[in-house]
């Protein structure tokens, strides 16, 4: 495979490195476990610098399709096993489906700074202020979910948009971004004394933590969101069926 870039192109040099890089993997040899090329030698060979370089690998490693090894190098992720709901809600929507008429306690929008993670999976500066979005919601008794949702600048959003509406109808209608593709990570935790004093629990309380990245219909990032739902009230539940 021809390891090249055009640098007379108008496509910014470490999109062309990362699209060279997800074509690079595909090749036998490394999905067979052949360590890449040396970010150094790599660099070296494409003309670039290794800091254009590490951000398209961040990128695949972001992704997981790449994986990094302390003193070894950088290679292909093996595949995981992995569930994807095919036809996910936006929470307003999925409650409503349940027929759980919806109450929300706080909702609270910013604009925030995004920290190197965030900024990251936006692809855009830490000096770039992003709208936050910050909802306590529940059924008509109790405050069980705290939401904490990023938006890429991309988007549009300005703050005077109607966030009791469900989020991703709002955004398709208002800002004509689709929500197409989300992954989401989920996990237990401990509260602290923030997410405990919203949700009501005490301190060290078990609540599911749930990460969801949402990609629009040009699988570009748009919205990163936290969830913190408290446990004894909420059940989250997965339905795969195998293929034959």
Do not use: C
């Amino acid at each position: 495979m021809k390891l090249s870039i055009d640098h007379k192109s108008a496509v910014p040099l470490h999109i062309q490195a990362e699209t060279l890089l997800r074509e690079m993997i595909k090749e036998p040899e490394y999905q067979a476990g052949k360590l890449l090329p040396n970010e150094v030698d790599l660099a070296k060979i494409l003309a670039i610098s290794r800091t254009t370089l590490r951000q398209a690998i961040n990128k695949l490693v972001y992704e997981e399709l790449l994986v990094r090894k302390k003193r070894l190098g950088t290679k292909v992720a093996q595949s995981k096993m992995s569930s994807k709901s095919m036809n996910w809600l936006s929470f307003t929507q999925e409650m409503q489906a349940r027929g759980i008429p919806i109450k929300n306690y706080e909702l609270h929008v910013s604009w925030v700074y995004p920290d190197d993670y965030i900024a990251n999976f936006f692809d855009i500066k830490t000096e770039k202020k992003i709208m936050k979005l910050e909802r306590l919601r529940g059924n008509a008794d109790e405050a069980f979910v705290y939401f904490v949702s990023y938006f890429h600048p991309r988007i549009g959003l300005t703050g005077d948009e109607d966030f009791k509406k469900p989020l991703y109808e709002m955004l398709e209608n208002e800002h004509s971004v689709v929500a197409n593709l989300s992954k989401e990570e989920i996990s237990a935790r401990a509260a602290d004394k923030l997410i405990a004093g919203k949700l009501e629990i005490d301190p060290g309380s078990p609540v599911l933590f749930r990460k969801r990245f949402v990609f629009d219909q040009g699988d570009r990032p748009m919205e990163y969101n936290l969830g913190y739902y408290k446990a004894e009230s909420f059940i989250y539940t997965v339905e795969s069926r195998r293929n034959s």
